[in-house]
Structure formats: C-alpha cells, structure tokens
C-alpha cells in the first residue's frame, strides 16, 4: 500500500492533512522519525503559525535534513501553507528577516491588501503544466495567511545535491495589491499556500494529482 508521512514537528492542522490523505487511499503516519519519514513514499510538510517559529521548530526536530535527503534521492516532499513558506529563501515577519530553507528563491513577506489576512476560497492562476492543478485549473481553493512569496526563483539544485533538470513551475493567486506564489513544482519538491486539505473536492483531486507521481 502507498503510504505517506505528515511531518510532526508541532506546527500544522495535521489531522485534517491525514484524513484528507487516507481518504485518498494512502496508509497515512504522523511521526519525526527520520528513516519512517524518509522511507515513506510522499512526506507532507504542514505548517501554521510564525516563518521564524516553524523553520526553527523543523531544524530542532532535523526535519530540514530529512527534507532534503528526500528530494536528494528523488523522493517526492509536499509543503502546505507555512511548510509551503519555510522552503523560500527567507521570511520577513515584523521587520525581521529569517532564513529558510532556500529550496525555492525568494522572500516571504506581509501581503499588501485592505485585509489581512487572507481568510477564504480564492482562484488560482494556473501554471501551464503544472501536475497539482491538472483538471482543476478553474477551481477555488482555501486560503488562510497573512504573508507569502511575490516571486519563486529555481534555487540552485545542483549545489543542494539535488538532481533536477526542471526549471520549475509557479501557480499564482491575485489579492489586494498582491500577486504571490499559490503553488510551487520542481521535481520532487511540490508547495501550496493554500490548503489542499481544507478545499473540498478540488483539494482532493490535487491531493491525488501529487500522490500520482509516486503511487
């Protein structure tokens, strides 16, 4: 049976990430053990909260190192939200800059809009493509946060240890004065800022979009 690990490293709405998951057929764990994670045929990177607290709370736990073992070995890793965040190059949080994990280039900072934050089902501008939102190009989905990336640059695979020749794939989403990353694809490695878990049967069909790249 296809199984998949939801990180456990304190942060992120893991439940509804794992029934979401076995909805989808797969045998699901919440665990930080290391060679469970790795082993695993998907690992799922949640995250709620502050850049600054999740990036910290995942190096405390050697999540970062598992992360990258992964995608080192050509093993797919999802990130959801703020584990969507925490795989930029910084975060940006109340004048203060945070590193990240630098597997995407770029900065997440405070979305520019009259309300923040960004609290409910919204589009999203596909990217040509893209495997996540393959079939579900026109459909909603569900945002909850008050910061996020306005550009993804190819970090540099080859001095990571990671072996991809593909440039990358960036969905958008538009709001207020702000357009930033909703999805993120090179390779293994897949994001989302918004929440698959939480998005009804479009989240779904990502869901199992993601899964069919290793099932």
Not at 105 to 125: E, N
Request: charged share 20%; aromatic share 8%.
């Amino acid at each position: 049976m296809t199984s998949a690990v939801v990180f456990d490293y304190g942060f992120g709405n893991v439940r509804s990430m794992m029934r979401a998951l076995a909805h989808c057929g797969l045998d699901v764990a919440l665990t930080s053990d290391h060679r469970q994670a790795f082993e695993a045929d998907g690992l799922v990177v949640p995250g709620v909260g502050a850049f600054a607290t999740c990036i910290s709370g995942l190096r405390d736990v050697g999540g970062d190192r598992v992360i990258l073992e992964r995608l080192r070995d050509g093993r797919p890793v999802l990130g959801v939200c703020v584990g969507e965040q925490i795989l930029f190059s910084r975060g940006c949080e109340n004048g203060a800059a945070t590193e990240g994990m630098g597997l995407i280039g770029g900065s997440v900072d405070l979305v520019d809009a009259d309300v923040v934050p960004h609290m409910g089902w919204d589009t999203v501008d596909a990217a040509e493509g893209s495997t996540l939102m393959r079939g579900i190009e026109d459909e909603r989905f569900y945002f909850v946060h008050s910061y996020a990336a306005s550009s993804a640059e190819p970090a540099d695979f080859a001095a990571l240890g990671i072996p991809s020749q593909d440039p990358g794939r960036v969905s958008w989403c538009d709001y207020g004065r702000s357009r930033f990353v909703a999805a993120y694809e090179r390779g293994p490695l897949s994001a989302t800022q918004f929440h698959p878990e939480k998005s009804a049967d479009a989240g779904e069909r990502l869901l199992r979009n993601w899964i069919s790249t290793f099932a």
